[in-house]
């Protein structure tokens, strides 16, 4: 497996963990774009956790920079 996708499945597990032990921190983290709400019908923990290393991922240099 190559290092990047250890590291994006470890930021998803770790926050998968997180946010299923304190739903409201999930809640919370994906009101920080205030633009929609998730589903009512989908596990908000489990939403949370995959918008976390898209974040990560979206934020990166190369995400951002064209050279």
């Known amino acids: 497996m190559p290092a990047e996708l250890a590291i994006i499945l470890d930021e998803y597990n770790d926050r998968l963990r997180e946010f299923q032990a304190d739903t409201d921190s999930a809640k919370k983290y994906l009101a920080g774009g205030g633009q929609r709400k998730a589903a009512a019908d989908l596990d908000t923990a ?22």
């Open 46 to 67: 489990e939403v949370a956790a995959y918008a976390a290393p898209c974040s990560l991922i979206f934020n990166l240099d190369e995400s951002i920079s064209t050279s």
